[in-house]
């Protein structure tokens, strides 16, 4: 009974410390949620040099793979973020530089559904397109609009930008899930 009690303080131990964090080990909904968005929100004005191209936007694209392609980077930039919030083992985003994988099965899809919250998924999607084709986080719910963080955008809210910004999407425009 006193090496279990003992294991249970020692664990207890870890998680209070913060290196339970570090190595991915966050107690509660709440908490990851909390985690994730403050690496998210430590991002907000990191700038890519030119075209997809740089040491951030490199940083970014090594999380899937593709350090160096000079690729998209906004799903890379959900990816990277979750790796840098939990540890690559315990990100639960999928692996992936395609943006519609972050809203496969949505709860929420442009205006149905259970209303997003903060940490979930959003994609936005371009009816020209025929698909989602830019992604995020989303921090907040104000009203009608969602207060999203993400990257490979702009002051324009382009998919093909030049760093990571705070931006307000409608929500009839986007899809969202909850990956926490």
């Known amino acids: 009974?006193?090496?279990?009690?003992?294991?249970?303080?020692?664990?207890?131990?870890?998680?209070?410390?913060?290196?339970?964090?570090a190595q991915g080990i966050v107690p509660?909904?709440?908490?990851?949620?909390?985690?994730?968005?403050?690496?998210?929100?430590?991002?907000?004005?990191?700038?890519?040099?030119?075209?997809?191209s740089g040491p951030v936007v490199d940083k970014i694209l090594t999380s899937v793979g593709l350090e160096g392609t000079g690729a998209p980077w906004c799903a890379a930039w959900v990816v990277f973020v979750?790796?840098?919030?939990?540890?690559k083992?315990?990100?639960?985003?999928?692996?992936s530089a395609w943006s519609p994988a972050f809203v496969v099965k949505p709860s929420w899809n442009r205006g149905k559904g259970s209303l997003p919250g903060?940490?979930?998924?959003?994609g936005v999607?371009?009816?020209?397109?025929?698909?989602?084709?830019?992604?995020?986080?989303?921090?907040?719910?104000?009203?009608?609009?969602?207060?999203?963080?993400?990257?490979?955008t702009n002051d324009d809210g382009s998919r093909e930008g030049d760093g990571v910004y705070r931006k307000r999407r409608p929500l009839g425009t986007i899809l969202a899930r909850s990956w926490l």
């Open 28 to 52: 509660t909904r709440g908490a990851r949620v909390e985690r994730l968005m403050e690496v998210a929100r430590d991002t907000i004005g990191w700038k890519e040099e030119r075209g997809n």
């Open 1 to 21: 009974m006193r090496i279990i009690h003992a294991l249970a303080l020692a664990s207890l131990s870890l998680l209070g410390s913060g290196e339970g964090i």
């Open 125 to 152: 999607y371009f009816h020209h397109l025929k698909r989602v084709a830019h992604t995020g986080l989303i921090e907040r719910i104000e009203g009608k609009m969602a207060v999203t963080i993400e990257g490979n």
């Open 89 to 95: 083992q315990h990100n639960p985003f999928p692996r």
């Open 118 to 122: 903060s940490a979930d998924a959003f």
């Open 82 to 87: 979750g790796d840098e919030a939990f540890g």
